[in-house]
């Protein structure tokens, strides 16, 4: 038996070394020294990249938090007109990401698209005659990003608020404060926590979003990794922005955690009861209907109506044979990826169950750290670390070995990026296992194996298949990882969306991105279906 866990315990450890290295070399990138690149990087376009990627934090930031918090507010604490829709409806925007909702708006908003055409048309005026809100600009990219990722925000505070004690806010109501004073003075300070863990997820998604910049032309860190890498063929220049951006997103999960920990406000489990809805009409109800009407209009309906407009008269002209080989490559490299992170995720959650030690906890932390780093530089470090390894490794033993651009390292950097999600659902399967399970197995003298097949695997297939569904949506939504690493001539639907947006054709993106959206519905309602089941 001990052989048996010192063995998983060394698969961990080497795993967890292999999975971090990118990041590691990534972050060495810092202290090496500048080339002449760099200096025309510093003294060009570097101030831009920092200016830019703040002002689109600071931006996202301002935005989810007022359409995530006010909606989950009004949803959490009062009845109204459609509410119940809207307790899910709200979320649809994850369905469609982000580079997505750009195309359509830059398709329906920009100088020539299909809305402001029809404008002006119908208004009989010329565009200089009109004032004009340019949607391919960096507030543009911040409002539709901020369209998209709302749902982050809304959902730790909805989740959060619904488990507050409603003897709080009825405690508040004693001292005859009006709804706009209770919510200024006790659930805006009780939901801090929750507000700045879902905008912290939120920025970092739109910071390390490539997508979006890329088709509104706007210059940041991540946009900056690509010119670098492929304008001045520069892998090392390119590295030494992606450290940067790097060392920028574990600041603000640092922040976060500060904050966090700082900051608790906690009800007491005794007189714990679920808030009571106050049921709004009239004017009230109206209010309230179209504060949450308005996101979930134009993060989710709008763009979802005009992509099946345009999908109509398109997709003839697309879908063929090469369109059928990439949907192919994408579901196949979706299915695989999915399936092996799965398996590596149980081995590290098993691991720390078996062991018990603080050192098995630490591998596993350090692994979930992979989530955090964007794609961009995920892709980056992955190369980075494969060129080291051939320079020094393989060529002592004088023989090639190239996992560069190939199907190995896609599948590598999938695993080093989506990892932490798939361990946090098995995290969550083993904690609803009592520990009597393993005393009784080990009592009985029945051996590891035996236990782990016929007890563990039973009681977490609905956490197995939970990993395997959202890794599966996460690899098939993936844009700037895949772009990176992938082999020549290798298309998934998001590159394919990117291409044909790239040579200005919008309506014919609608294929590829209705394909991303159908299979990204179909693996949530599977998920819905799995989650009932598991309760």
Same mark, same amino acid.
């Given at each position: 038996?001990?052989?048996?866990?010192?063995k998983i315990k060394i698969?961990?450890f080497?795993l967890t070394?292999?999975?971090?290295?990118?990041a590691?070399?990534?972050f060495?990138y810092?202290?090496?020294?500048?080339s002449?690149?760099w200096?025309?990087?510093?003294?060009?376009?570097?101030?831009t990249?920092?200016?830019?990627?703040?002002?689109?934090?600071?931006?996202?930031?301002?935005?989810?938090?007022?359409?995530?918090f006010?909606?989950?507010y009004l949803?959490?604490l009062?009845?109204?007109?459609?509410?119940?829709?809207f307790h899910y409806?709200?979320?649809l925007?994850f369905?469609?990401?982000?580079y997505?909702v750009?195309f359509i708006?830059?398709?329906?908003?920009?100088?020539?698209?299909?809305?402001?055409?029809?404008?002006l048309?119908?208004?009989?005026k010329d565009l200089?005659?009109?004032?004009?809100?340019?949607?391919?600009s960096?507030?543009g990219?911040?409002?539709?990003?901020?369209l998209?990722?709302?749902?982050?925000?809304y959902?730790?505070?909805?989740?959060?608020?619904?488990?507050?004690?409603?003897?709080i806010i009825e405690?508040s109501k004693?001292f005859?404060l009006?709804?706009?004073?209770?919510?200024r003075?006790?659930?805006l300070p009780i939901?801090?926590?929750?507000?700045?863990?879902g905008?912290t997820?939120?920025?970092?998604?739109a910071?390390?979003?490539?997508?979006v910049?890329?088709?509104?032309g706007?210059?940041?860190?991540?946009?900056?990794i690509?010119k670098?890498? *492929?304008?001045m063929?520069?892998v090392?220049?390119?590295a030494?922005?992606?450290?940067i951006?790097m060392?920028f997103v574990?600041?603000?999960?640092?922040?976060?955690r500060?904050?966090?920990?700082?900051?608790i406000?906690?009800s007491s489990?005794?007189d714990?009861?679920?808030?009571e809805?106050e049921?709004l009409?009239g004017?009230?109800?109206?209010?309230?209907?179209f504060?949450?009407?308005?996101p979930?209009?134009?993060?989710?309906?709008?763009?979802?109506?005009?992509l099946?407009?345009w999908?109509?008269?398109s997709?003839?002209e697309?879908?063929?044979?090469?369109?059928?080989t990439?949907?192919?490559?994408?579901?196949?490299?979706?299915?695989?990826?999915a399936?092996?992170?799965?398996?590596?995720?149980l081995l590290f959650?098993?691991?720390?169950?078996?062991?018990k030690?603080k050192?098995?906890?630490?591998l596993?932390?350090?692994v979930?750290?992979?989530y955090?780093i964007?794609?961009?530089?995920?892709?980056?470090?992955?190369l980075?670390?494969f060129s080291?390894?051939?320079?020094y490794?393989?060529?002592?033993?004088?023989s090639?070995?190239?996992?560069?651009?190939?199907?190995i390292?896609?599948?590598?950097?999938?695993?080093?990026?989506?990892?932490?999600?798939?361990?946090?659902?098995?995290?969550a399967?083993?904690?609803?296992i009592?520990q009597t399970?393993?005393?009784?197995?080990?009592?009985l003298?029945?051996d590891?194996?035996r236990? *782990?097949?016929?007890?563990?695997?039973?009681?977490?297939?609905n956490?197995?298949?939970?990993s395997f569904?959202?890794v599966f949506?996460?690899?098939?939504?993936?844009?700037?990882?895949?772009?990176?690493l992938?082999?020549?001539?290798?298309?998934?639907?998001p590159?394919?969306a990117?291409?044909?947006?790239?040579?200005?054709?919008?309506v014919?993106?609608s294929?590829?991105?209705?394909?991303i959206i159908?299979?990204?519905?179909?693996s949530?309602?599977?998920l819905a279906?799995?989650?009932?089941?598991?309760h």
């Amino acid at each position: 038996m001990k052989n048996s866990i010192s063995k998983i315990k060394i698969s961990s450890f080497f795993l967890t070394l292999l999975i971090s290295s990118p990041a590691i070399i990534i972050f060495l990138y810092l202290f090496i020294g500048h080339s002449d690149n760099w200096q025309h990087l510093k003294d060009t376009l570097l101030f831009t990249y920092i200016f830019n990627s703040l002002y689109i934090m600071i931006g996202v930031a301002i935005l989810t938090t007022l359409l995530g918090f006010t909606t989950a507010y009004l949803t959490s604490l009062y009845s109204f007109a459609f509410s119940r829709f809207f307790h899910y409806g709200l979320i649809l925007p994850f369905a469609i990401p982000t580079y997505i909702v750009a195309f359509i708006y830059g398709g329906m908003f920009d100088i020539t698209g299909t809305v402001t055409t029809f404008i002006l048309d119908m208004l009989d005026k010329d565009l200089s005659e009109v004032v004009f809100f340019d949607i391919m600009s960096i507030e543009g990219a911040i409002l539709v990003m901020s369209l998209v990722l709302y749902p982050y925000v809304y959902l730790i505070c909805k989740t959060y608020l619904s488990f507050e004690s409603a003897s709080i806010i009825e405690a508040s109501k004693t001292f005859n404060l009006s709804s706009w004073q209770i919510l200024r003075k006790v659930i805006l300070p009780i939901s801090r926590p929750a507000i700045v863990a879902g905008v912290t997820l939120a920025v970092m998604e739109a910071v390390a979003d490539f997508g979006v910049m890329d088709y509104f032309g706007v210059n940041t860190f991540v946009t900056g990794i690509f010119k670098t890498w *492929f304008g001045m063929g520069s892998v090392e220049d390119a590295a030494k922005l992606a450290s940067i951006l790097m060392s920028f997103v574990f600041l603000l999960i640092i922040l976060e955690r500060v904050q966090r920990r700082n900051k608790i406000f906690k009800s007491s489990g005794k007189d714990f009861k679920p808030i009571e809805k106050e049921k709004l009409t009239g004017f009230k109800s109206f209010l309230a209907f179209f504060a949450c009407f308005i996101p979930f209009f134009f993060g989710f309906l709008l763009p979802f109506i005009q992509l099946c407009f345009w999908f109509s008269i398109s997709y003839k002209e697309i879908i063929d044979e090469d369109f059928m080989t990439t949907l192919y490559q994408t579901l196949t490299l979706a299915i695989s990826s999915a399936t092996l992170i799965t398996a590596l995720a149980l081995l590290f959650v098993y691991n720390v169950r078996k062991n018990k030690d603080k050192t098995s906890s630490i591998l596993t932390q350090v692994v979930k750290l992979g989530y955090s780093i964007p794609g961009a530089v995920v892709a980056v470090g992955i190369l980075s670390f494969f060129s080291l390894l051939d320079r020094y490794i393989f060529d002592i033993f004088s023989s090639t070995f190239i996992i560069s651009g190939t199907i190995i390292a896609i599948i590598f950097g999938y695993c080093v990026r989506f990892l932490a999600i798939s361990i946090n659902n098995f995290e969550a399967g083993f904690s609803r296992i009592p520990q009597t399970y393993d005393d009784a197995a080990e009592i009985l003298d029945v051996d590891e194996k035996r236990t *782990f097949i016929k007890v563990f695997i039973p009681l977490l297939k609905n956490s197995a298949f939970a990993s395997f569904i959202i890794v599966f949506i996460e690899v098939i939504k993936e844009l700037p990882l895949t772009m990176i690493l992938r082999p020549f001539n290798y298309d998934t639907l998001p590159i394919l969306a990117l291409e044909l947006t790239q040579q200005s054709q919008i309506v014919e993106s609608s294929v590829p991105s209705m394909f991303i959206i159908l299979i990204g519905m179909i693996s949530v309602i599977l998920l819905a279906k799995n989650m009932n089941k598991a309760h």
